[in-house]
């Protein structure tokens, strides 16, 4: 990440993830996080959330993730927004299970009281979004 890069949009947001991710192709399922400041700077440091040995849960819960967000986005940048994306091998559109792990991120995003970028899921062919209205989740 750069001391001049900005993300101020969903697409400048998509662009940052293709730029660190691409070329696409991963062995295992993975969430990962960057911090954005207040002016939309992105955090240097890119977060790998701890995942168990295997692989990531199939059935996430927003408590067990909100308090990991809360502690490390607090501790790190005040008045930060989070964004998320999950990585998975395979390909195809959108499943149910990047539809729950969506869900569970933002509402982690919203117990935590730490604003949220829209979701991004990546596997072996493509990177794309999964907005609240695309994953059957209700906004607040």
């Not at 996430?60 to 927004?81: G, K, M, N, Q, S």
């Not at 149910?96 to 933002?106: K, Q």
Request: proline residues 11%; glycine residues 4%; negative net charge.
């Amino acid at each position: 990440m750069t001391d001049d890069e900005s993300i101020l949009s969903q697409a400048d947001l998509e662009r940052l993830w293709r730029r660190l991710m691409e070329p696409l192709g991963f062995s295992r399922t993975s969430l990962w996080l960057v911090l954005l400041h207040p002016d939309g700077r992105p955090e240097k440091t890119l977060v790998e959330v701890p995942v168990p040995p295997s692989d990531l849960p199939p059935d996430p819960t927003a408590p067990a993730l909100h308090e990991f967000l809360r502690a490390w986005a607090v501790r790190h940048v005040p008045d930060a927004r989070v964004a998320f994306l999950r990585t998975r091998p395979g390909g195809g559109v959108l499943d149910a299970n990047d539809r729950r792990w969506a869900a569970a991120l933002y509402e982690a995003a919203r117990l935590a009281q730490v604003p949220c970028e829209v979701v991004h899921v990546a596997d072996d062919h493509r990177l794309a979004p999964a907005p609240l209205d695309e994953i059957g989740v209700l906004s607040a």
